[in-house]
């Protein structure tokens, strides 16, 4: 079995616990794998856990792809910075056909991100404003292993 292949089977089966506890009314669930982001409360049950995790370019690269799984209630969601005028496109697959993307802005003055776009399996356009864009992944039906694509031109 690879690293990867290690990483994601270990990252599925820690979602899958924090989702069992945080059915049960007892998880404190950290809010962000970034360590400059984490910060650790309580759970309620009607919230879907979100993992944070920071998209980053190789030098020279325009897009990045990021394989992951979660689990049914879970979120991921990935931060990346971009521009004003930058064309963004994100792709997500998946075996079971069943994760999903939204996109949002980022935060305005309030620190309130506007949704872009909900529950897509694509997405292409030009970009509003420069900051920390976020895609949150989640499924429409049970877990799901997924593909994340992202470009930015």
């Known amino acids: 079995m ?9 990252t599925a089966l820690v979602a899958l616990l924090i989702a069992v506890l945080t059915l049960q009314g ?3 669930l950290p809010v962000s794998a970034d360590p400059l982001l984490s910060q650790v409360q309580t ?8 993992r ?8 020279g690269a325009s897009s990045a792809t990021v394989k992951d799984a979660v689990v049914r209630g879970t979120r991921d969601a990935y931060l990346l910075g971009a521009g004003q005028g930058q064309r963004m496109t994100v792709k997500i697959t998946s075996l079971e056909e ?10 305005n003055q309030a620190g ?15 970009l509003p404003s420069n ?13 799901a292993s997924y593909q994340l694509q992202v470009s930015i031109r």
């Open 52 to 59: 944070t995790r920071r998209i980053d370019f190789q030098p």
């Open 112 to 126: 309130n991100r506007q949704l872009m776009r909900q529950e897509s399996v694509s997405w292409s356009g030009t």
């Open 131 to 143: 900051g920390d864009y976020r895609i949150v992944v989640g499924s429409v039906r049970g877990n």
């Open 43 to 50: 759970a309620p049950r009607q919230v879907p856990v979100i």
């Open 2 to 10: 690879t690293r990867s292949h290690q990483h994601s089977l270990l």
């Open 98 to 107: 069943n994760a999903v993307f939204d996109l949002e802005s980022p935060p």
């Open 26 to 28: 007892q998880a404190m």
